[in-house]
């Protein structure tokens, strides 16, 4: 894998409250990952892990609380060039299926950041010597495996040049033997420099890669630390019983 020339920030979220009706799905929710760092989220199914990265990119407006990116608030600037500073890498791979690969990820940087045909197709192919997926720059999606799809969709938030990714259980809708070379890129980006949140149910990973985990439940932040003081030493009986179940 190539790596380029990473421009990374810090990124702090205050007292995060969010609600849908009755339902407080984020209940003062507060994370921070440093410029260059990773930060896994950890939890069970509907703790609002994928809310509160939604949040964080404000696709969900906060209710209550702060947003900031090295130490700035960032509730008063467009959400549309906030985004821009943050690749969001999802589930479900949201590629268009008539478009080329190369076509997929040279969309972003023509319509948002202005190059020409021809340089958006350069940064893509570049993109795809960092996934190492370049031979598919001229294939449709239709035609990669899920994990080649993922990448891809890696790819396509990397062209934008973010300041920080996000990754929302990007391995949960591959096949198992799929999973080990999207987690080993993600795993090459944060050895790269690159600051990244990244919610997963993969403990090897947050274990192994992450400098910070955050365990939540309930919309809640029970527990954070070194991976190493959540994994060999739980001090909360719902972590306990939660890694008792996934581990």
């Given at each position: 894998m190539t790596t380029t020339e990473i421009s990374s920030v810090s990124l702090t979220g205050k007292d995060i409250h969010l609600a849908f009706g009755t339902n407080k799905v984020l209940r003062g929710v507060d994370i921070h990952v440093d410029a260059g760092k990773t930060t896994s989220v950890i939890g069970p199914s509907?703790?609002?892990?994928s809310t509160l990265l939604r949040v964080l990119n404000r696709l969900h407006e906060p209710q209550q609380g702060d947003i900031l990116i090295d130490g700035r608030s960032v509730l008063k600037d467009n959400p549309d060039q906030l985004r821009q500073r943050i690749g969001m890498v999802f589930q479900h791979f949201n590629l268009f299926p008539h478009k080329t690969v190369a076509e997929?990820?040279?969309?972003?940087?023509r319509k948002l950041r202005g190059l020409s045909k021809d340089a958006a197709r350069e940064v893509a192919l570049k993109q795809l010597d960092t996934v190492g997926l370049?031979?598919?720059?001229?294939t449709r999606p239709g035609n990669l495996s899920g994990g080649q799809q993922q990448r891809v969709a890696i790819a396509r938030a990397l062209a934008m040049e973010p300041e920080i990714m996000f990754f929302d259980e990007a391995t949960s809708a591959l096949d198992p033997e799929l999973v080990k070379g999207v987690l080993?890129?993600?795993a090459d980006l944060a050895a790269g420099g690159m600051s990244m949140i990244v919610v997963t149910h993969e403990m090897g990973f947050a274990r192994s890669v992450s400098d910070k985990v955050l365990f939540m439940d309930h919309g809640q932040v029970v527990e954070t630390g070194p991976p190493s003081a959540l994994f060999d030493d739980p001090h909360t009986e719902r972590l306990q019983q939660f890694l008792s179940q996934v581990l």
């Open positions: 509907g703790s609002g892990k997929n990820i040279a969309l972003g940087p370049r031979e598919k720059a001229d080993a890129l993600m």
